[in-house]
């Protein structure tokens, strides 16, 4: 992978092993979710069904989707477990990797996992802004603001859509097996509380923090 992405590694990196590494490692994250989005996207585009029982209706996209989101999911908690970081990112992960197997498994929650993969549109725009923070990109270019617009916007929607989504599992209550609602419950929590702390993270930072220099 490295010697592949070699021609498009930025100059500005090259000089630090650590910031290649990491700029390489999120390169590869975000092409990962801007095909997963667009994916998510489009299956439920193609498919009302799906849209109007996110419960009960699945497709072979779907599963195919969440069988590629789970060899993500697997391969990243592989690696933070190797190199010894441990933190609330791996327990996201192994927990949407229980939730993902179990909608596999049980062939329910299918459309709902397809839906939570949706948010990895917003990722795309995310990690294009660590990618800027890596290469020093101006903070006032129109490069910049744009993605960071773009980045604020669609997290917002990420935000909606994961507390939505966390309040429909209490609706399933007795219906669902607890061993796959519960930790569907829990991830989702955890991912509701870490996007409003980075939402409000960007919002001083990108938004708020540009009023004050200007």
């Known amino acids: ?95 949407v990797i229980i939730c ?10 299918v459309g709902f996992a397809v839906l939570s993969l949706v948010t990895e549109v917003n990722a795309v725009f995310n990690k294009t802004r660590i990618l800027h923070l ?5 903070h006032g270019s129109m490069e910049y603001i744009r993605n960071a617009w773009l980045n604020i916007f669609t997290f917002f929607i990420r935000i909606l859509i994961i507390g939505w989504m966390n309040n429909q599992c209490f609706l399933y209550i007795g219906v669902l097996p607890l061993s796959f609602l519960i930790p569907c419950t ?10 409003l702390s980075v939402f409000k993270t960007l919002i001083q930072k990108d938004i708020l923090g540009k009023h004050k220099t200007s």
């Open 1 to 95: 992978t490295s010697f592949l992405l070699l021609p498009y590694t930025p100059s500005s990196v090259l000089g630090s092993s650590s910031r290649r590494m990491k700029w390489r490692t999120t390169f590869i994250a975000r092409l990962s979710a801007a095909i997963t989005g667009s994916w998510a996207v489009w299956v439920l585009c193609e498919s009302p069904s799906m849209r109007a029982d996110l419960m009960l209706t699945s497709s072979l996209s779907a599963q195919h989707l969440i069988i590629f989101s789970l060899g993500v999911h697997l391969a990243e908690a592989v690696d933070m477990l190797l190199h010894a970081k441990p933190s609330m990112l791996l327990v996201h992960h192994l927990l």
């Open 100 to 109: 993902f197997a179990g909608a596999l498994i049980t062939e329910k929650a």
């Open 186 to 195: 829990v991830g989702l929590g955890i991912v509701n509380i870490w996007n």
């Open 134 to 138: 890596i290469t020093a990109t101006d």
